[in-house]
């Protein structure tokens, strides 16, 4: 991958605002083979059924004890929480998904303005195609639409072992003015891509140098195939701040890259390893036996607000999903702010009939049991 100052000296963008590929043929095909891949992602997510069929994020193995007193007024409950030393109206992450394209700029600019008056946080999908070629930067820049949002970076780890460093990382962060970066792991991805990075020796060692060098705090994420206890144990010791556990049951990467390959070795790769991975349930529980402290996102399969309060209950500090707020962005503004109006009215039914004041109080003995 060339660096980021040949690329920047190759941007160009036409009289009318469009953007065009850099000049220099290295630069220019690597944009457009990461562009593509954007734009192909982001129809196949909407198109094509890519969610996994076997698999379940472990979630419905739980179930919460009602309380048919709850001796709560509904209205008092709170569930604004911390994450990061900044504070959230409510416990949601709309999750990474997208940017690089004019469709994806929309997205974002609309999740964006939900996360601003919901008071969500917000990652944007991987900014690999803004640091090839910075012109389409814009795609996810929403700082502007969301002031006070907490607003995650994103570049994939592997990248570092393809001629990134701190440079790329802290324009990334730039670029967003973000309050933390996400490096996401997703070994499974890229062995499915056809054009897949798939050298992944080394890493702890160049993420941990990223960490010490970089000046906002860094996240691991996976991307549906979660991490486990010794995983994030591991992650925690080389300064890893937070983790987003990205669990199966939802979104199958595998089945995305399966639908997008064009030979057939590759379009059976995503298909056999469609449901493989750690489901969600487990990567919360595992993790919190090993640390009772670190940032804890859940993600991967969760679809409402009920699934938001299982995970929230399990040990995480703030539940992620994807596919949902995507779909409603793709929609409509006012498909969107429907959506997170009814996910935040069913975390706090939870509350209600459970008796919990507060998120907090989801962790108490006995209001969440294994059945």
Aim: glycine content about 8%; charged content about 20%; hydrophobic content about 45%.
């Amino acid at each position: 991958m060339s660096s980021s100052s040949s690329v920047n000296s190759a941007v160009n963008i036409s009289a009318n605002g469009a953007v065009e590929s850099p000049k220099d043929s290295v630069a220019a095909t690597q944009f457009l083979d990461t562009q593509v891949r954007k734009a192909d992602h982001l129809r196949v997510c909407l198109e094509e059924d890519v969610q996994s069929h076997r698999a379940t994020n472990g979630l419905e193995r739980y179930r919460f004890t009602h309380a048919c007193l709850p001796e709560l007024n509904r209205d008092d409950i709170d569930i604004s929480t911390m994450f990061l030393g900044k504070k959230l109206a409510t416990p949601l992450l709309i999750s990474s998904m997208t940017g690089g394209t004019e469709q994806a700029r929309m997205i974002n600019q609309r999740l964006a303005q939900v996360a601003q008056r919901f008071g969500l946080a917000m990652g944007v999908g991987s900014q690999r195609v803004a640091v090839e070629n910075p012109a389409v930067t814009a795609t996810f820049s929403v700082r502007q639409y969301a002031p006070d949002a907490l607003l995650f970076a994103n570049l994939g780890a592997v990248q570092l072992n393809y001629d990134y460093g701190i440079s790329q990382c802290q324009q990334a962060v730039d670029a967003l003015e973000a309050d933390a970066l996400i490096l996401h792991l997703n070994p499974l991805q890229e062995a499915v891509q056809t054009e897949g990075d798939v050298n992944f020796k080394g890493l702890f060692a160049k993420i941990e140098q990223l960490v010490r060098s970089l000046p906002v705090p860094v996240v691991a994420k996976e991307v549906g195939n979660g991490i486990s206890a010794e995983m994030a144990r591991r992650l925690m010791s080389i300064g890893i701040a937070a983790i987003d556990v990205a669990g199966a049951g939802g979104t199958s990467w595998a089945r995305v890259e399966s639908e997008r390959a064009k030979d057939a070795k590759q379009r059976r790769l995503g298909n056999t390893f469609a449901d493989w991975g750690i489901p969600t349930a487990e990567c919360i529980t595992g993790i919190r036996q090993v640390s009772g402290s670190v940032p804890l996102i859940a993600s991967g399969g969760l679809r409402n607000g009920l699934d938001v309060a299982k995970a929230l209950a399990l040990g995480a500090d703030l539940g992620g999903l994807a596919m949902p707020f995507l779909q409603a962005a793709n929609q409509s503004e006012a498909a969107l702010e429907a959506l997170c109006e009814a996910l935040i009215a069913e975390i706090m039914t939870v509350l209600f009939c459970t008796g919990s004041d507060r998120l907090t109080a989801l962790r108490r003995r006995g209001v969440i049991k294994e059945i």
